[in-house]
């Protein structure tokens, strides 16, 4: 079992928080002060610490060096009622997992802890390798896609760099190792990262590295992702969210190959070839300042958009079978097929998260189906399409007792996992105990 050790001075907040670990899974220790969560530590391993900043015996942001001293692998993630940039800088250059604000990122809290059980996971061997992509693990047969995947494969034996372009869903990720897995490169790791999701400080330190001293904290140096990938790929989501100063040091990677780490007098020197992606328009980004102008030539020497699912409907039915089948292995459970009705609706559907929405709504369907999927187990809102009426009467009462049969069904299958079911479900963690409390799920 995951071990979070919570320490918060305010009992509402500290029960709060351990109630909300627990429902998870997690098992929640509580701590009021500095001085006794050492205790703890001392006595006990935590795999996670949430940690308030503000303590009637020290500060959250210096308690990390106190916290890592004895337990040099866990996640430390500060929360704060009035977060600031400079302590939250501070806070990750000392050594924390991230640094959320309490109330406007409650929300944040538990996939945060979800993000650091893994990456404790992966330093202890225990998460698979990334499966393998290639162009033949791309399903359709829409002109649009391929074409597509006619120019990524044109230009996968070449070191271009590539900007793939289109709404978030439409399979990036995928074509991002497809061009790697098949460029004179694939013998060497293609390292992938969000940059959406890091602070600038955080970013700058994953990509470049640094050396020990370069600021308090760093007793050792660290490798970048430019320089673990050297020979190999990188790819980098979501470029357009990259803080405009660091797009600066990429365009230098770019045109010369070279770096300096932070703290570092001397250049490293790599050979890597760059992919990048975003779902931003990103010569409207330039026309605000917001996104470097000779960035964007340099990165779109070969730019590839990927179609919306909206815009290859003849798609949908082979997608949602292939999802259909990983479901089967992954639940162990028979389902015979799609019925007509519901790929009419599915058809039918705007599909705004696209292809990674399909592949959502088939999971969860297959978790409340029978031995078939029917318009019956897919989504309220996919059930209704323009050509079908309803009578309005009692509509209410019965979406509402849908909604908390589907809702039970799919926290039955997660074995009552908040996170997992809110994720099936495609709402937000807070919607989903917002619902729970409604409907007096227990």
Not at 74 to 98: E, R, S
Not at 181 to 191: G, H, K, T, V
Not at 426 to 433: P, R, V
Request: aromatic share 6%; proline share 3%.
């Amino acid at each position: 079992m995951i071990h979070i050790l919570i320490i918060d001075d305010e009992d509402p907040i500290r029960n709060l928080l351990a109630r909300m670990v627990e429902l998870e899974g997690y098992h929640a220790s509580k701590a009021a002060d500095c001085r006794s969560a050492l205790k703890m530590l001392e006595t006990q391993h935590f795999e996670v610490v949430l940690c308030d900043v503000f303590l009637p015996d020290g500060n959250g942001v210096d308690f990390i060096f106190d916290i890592h001293k004895i337990q040099p692998d866990t996640a430390v993630i500060l929360l704060t009622a009035h977060g600031n940039i400079a302590d939250g800088v501070q806070a990750i250059k000392n050594g924390a997992f991230d640094y959320i604000t309490k109330g406007d990122d409650n929300r944040k809290i538990i996939p945060t802890i979800s993000r650091a059980v893994e990456e404790a996971d992966k330093k202890k061997g225990k998460i698979l390798p990334p499966p393998t992509y290639s162009f033949q693990s791309i399903i359709g047969q829409s002109v649009c896609l391929q074409q597509a995947i006619s120019l990524a494969q044109k230009v996968a034996k070449t070191d271009v760099p590539v900007l793939l372009t289109g709404e978030t869903g439409t399979g990036k990720e995928v074509f991002a190792h497809a061009i790697h897995a098949a460029s004179n490169r694939s013998q060497y790791p293609i390292i992938e990262i969000n940059c959406s999701a890091f602070s600038k400080d955080l970013l700058e330190s994953e990509l470049f590295g640094y050396k020990a001293g370069a600021f308090t904290g760093a007793i050792k140096d660290k490798k970048g992702l430019f320089e673990i990938a050297n020979h190999g790929t990188i790819f980098l989501d979501e470029i357009g969210e990259m803080a405009f100063d660091l797009q600066a040091r990429l365009l230098r990677i770019l045109e010369t190959g070279e770096y300096i780490k932070l703290g570092d007098t001397k250049r490293t020197q790599v050979d890597v070839r760059i992919i990048s992606a975003t779902n931003r328009h990103l010569k409207e980004e330039i026309e605000k300042g917001e996104f470097r102008e000779d960035l964007f030539f340099r990165l779109s020497v070969f730019q590839i958009h990927l179609p919306a699912l909206r815009e290859r409907k003849e798609d949908i039915e082979s997608l949602a079978r292939l999802f259909l089948q990983r479901c089967v292995a992954k639940f162990n459970k028979t389902i015979e097929d799609i019925d007509p009705d519901a790929l009419l609706a599915l058809r039918q559907a705007e599909w705004k998260g696209n292809v990674r929405e399909l592949r959502n709504v088939i999971e969860r369907s297959a978790v409340i189906c029978d031995n078939r999927i029917t318009r019956e187990d897919l989504p309220i809102e996919l059930q209704q399409n323009p050509y079908t009426r309803r009578d309005d009467k009692g509509d209410e009462f019965e979406l509402a007792a849908i909604e908390r049969k589907h809702i039970l069904k799919v926290l039955q299958h997660t074995h009552g996992n908040k996170t997992e079911t809110a994720r099936l479900l495609k709402i937000g963690l807070a919607t989903l105990y917002r619902k729970i409390e409604s409907y007096h799920i227990q």
